[in-house]
T-cell receptor, first 114, second 114 residues
Framework: GDSVTQMEGPVTLSEEAFLTINCTYT??????LFWYVQYPGEGLQLLLK?????DKGSNKGFEATYRKETTSFHLEKGSVQVSDSAVYFC?????????????FGSGTRLQVQP | DGGITQSPKYLFRKEGQNVTLSCEQN?????MYWYRQDPGQGLRLIYY???????QKGDIAEGYSVSREKKESFPLTVTSAQKNPTAFYLC?????????????FGPGTRLTVT
């Protein structure tokens, strides 16, 4: 079945450091890929998405590129801020399956220190 | 403002009692979903519905029930048969048009059963 694997956290960085959170996936067909962010005690917010190979999703300084050859969708940001501290989830949607629900990774907690 | 509302934010129940969690959306989305989130883990799909009066089991449906009598509403009942009901419950919705099926989430309900 479909699956998403994320690097384990927590990831602890100093403010203005470069961020990479790795995400790889297994899916049938051509899935769409997503990054969601969850702040403490809240629901998930869509951060960015990509729907086909080589697409780059971007939002609020975060970027991720859909790499079909490596089945990856790594999240990057050039300079993190304390306000970026949250849990980040990688997810996929496989259109070939009937249910069209998302499959999530286990989440990566990011802690940014001043 | 369009969005998804869940109520209540916190819910406390005694073991052996059924409890119903509310989820309402005004995004005119066809599909709605319920997920369960446990500490340090990803989201697991409980039930989903793509059309009024129809719903499907997800990966962990045992001990839960749902209804979809209106497009806007998708309440979840946690029954006494659910062995470990304490968790954070998230409702989501998505359009079935297009190819990506990104989901939009409510703020969540934290259920504690003692």
């Amino acid at each position: 079945g479909d699956s998403v694997t994320q690097m384990e956290g927590p990831v602890t960085l100093s403010e203005e450091a470069f961020l990479t959170i790795n995400c790889t996936y297994t899916a049938t067909g051509y899935p769409s890929l997503f990054w969601y962010v969850q702040y403490p005690g809240e629901g998930l917010q869509l951060l960015l998405k990509a729907t086909k190979a080589d697409d780059k999703g971007s939002n609020k300084g975060f970027e991720a590129t859909y790499r079909k050859e490596t089945t990856s969708f790594h999240l990057e940001k050039g300079s993190v801020q304390v306000s970026d501290s949250a849990v980040y989830f990688c997810a996929l949607s496989a259109p070939d399956t009937g249910r069209r629900a998302l499959t999530f990774g286990s989440g990566t907690r990011l802690q940014v220190q001043p | 403002d369009g969005g998804i509302t869940q109520s209540p934010k916190y819910l406390f129940r005694k073991e052996g009692q059924n409890v119903t969690l509310s989820c309402e959306q005004n995004l005119n989305h066809d599909a709605m979903y319920w997920y369960r989130q446990d500490p340090g883990q990803g989201l697991r799909l409980i039930y989903y519905s793509q059309i009024v009066n129809d719903f499907q089991k997800g990966d962990i449906a045992e001990g839960y029930s749902v209804s979809r009598e209106k497009k806007e509403s998708f309440p979840l009942t946690v029954t006494s048969a659910q062995k470990n009901p304490t968790a954070f419950y998230l409702c989501a919705s998505s359009s079935l048009a297009g190819i990506s099926y990104e989901q939009y989430f409510g703020p969540g309900t934290r259920l504690t059963v003692t």
